[in-house]
């Protein structure tokens, strides 16, 4: 802009100041006319450097415009610079943070895979030891089952010498080996004494007017027990002693009981019923002979379908009259 404000340093105007030179000649008379041509025709110069005023605002305006753009070009350099120059600072230091991390996240999941590949070493060893404890299981459950059944078979044939009876009233002594071998000499009439080891009654005390408690005796013999259990089964009525109904049957074991138990339904279905017979094996198992069919049954509820189909309704509407 000073380049183009110095030609115009001149500060020319529209009405100039006459010179010396010029205020002489106008006090002079007029050139003749034997003057020079050259001389007649002479005329002062106009000057060249006086311009239009718009177009020196123009010129004074392209150039601040220049200016101004070469100042903020330079200045946005400037900051444009000094930001770049923070911005890749703060680049490195997020690549180095980052790489610092990505280093310990790799580490990181090194571990876990190593600690994966041990817990899965170690379940393939669980696994293999879990199957061999299976089967080891299966075997101590096998033999339980086994050593179960044995203990039942010894208890029950431990039992085979005791026989329990119900009804007695309780009194002094009443339980006594003595008092029971007189009571099943006299409730079975028989001609000897009936040789009994020891003998109690089983349960808690009981108050006056209560059920008595049974008696469990056990005999000399396995003979006399069994002799006096097929004359209690036999003897087509109800025993008594001493105007008292009394029942003599078995000692068995308490799971035994409980299998035979479940027949007792079918069982009191099955009495009075005409062509029938019917008895509970040991252990638990009931044998039921209808028309010269015989038929044995483990399980309650099959014996008890079988009863009611075969032998209360024959007919074929059986089962909707059930329903």
Do not use: W
């Amino acid at each position: 802009m000073a380049a183009n404000l110095r030609k115009y340093k001149f500060e020319a105007s529209s009405s100039p100041k006459p010179s010396a030179a010029s205020v002489k000649s106008l006090s002079d008379p007029a050139p003749s006319a034997h003057a020079p041509a050259s001389q007649a025709t002479k005329a002062p110069k106009a000057s060249s450097s006086i311009m239009d005023p718009e177009t020196i605002k123009a010129d004074i305006l392209a150039s601040l415009r220049q200016d101004f753009s070469a100042i903020i070009k330079g200045e946005m350099r400037e900051a444009l610079r000094d930001n770049f120059e923070s911005l890749k600072t703060q680049i490195e230091d997020v690549k180095t943070e980052i790489k610092n991390n990505t280093a310990a996240l790799r580490a990181e999941v090194d571990q876990v895979k190593a600690n994966v590949r041990s817990v899965e070493d170690h379940m393939s060893t669980m696994s293999d030891e879990m199957i061999q404890a299976q089967g080891q299981v299966s075997d101590l459950q096998a033999e339980v089952k086994r050593l179960k059944e044995k203990c039942e078979d010894m208890e029950g044939r431990m039992r085979r010498g005791n026989i329990r009876v119900s009804g007695v009233s309780e009194a002094q002594g009443s339980s006594t080996p003595e008092a029971v071998s007189s009571l099943l000499k006299e409730v079975f009439r028989l001609d000897r004494e009936v040789r009994v080891e020891r003998s109690h009654r089983i349960g808690p005390v009981r108050n006056a007017g209560d059920r008595p408690r049974v008696i469990i005796a056990r005999l000399n013999s396995e003979g006399d027990a069994e002799d006096i259990l097929r004359r209690a089964r036999s003897g087509g009525g109800q025993l008594r002693y001493r105007g008292s109904p009394i029942a003599v049957f078995p000692d068995y074991t308490t799971n035994v009981v409980q299998a035979r138990a479940a027949f007792t339904e079918v069982r009191r279905m099955l009495r009075d019923k005409p062509g029938v017979r019917y008895g509970i094996l040991f252990p638990a198992r009931l044998r039921v002979t209808h028309n010269n069919v015989e038929k044995e049954f483990v399980d309650a509820t099959k014996a008890m379908d079988y009863v009611k189909k075969i032998i209360l309704f024959p007919r074929e509407d059986g089962e909707q009259r059930l329903n």
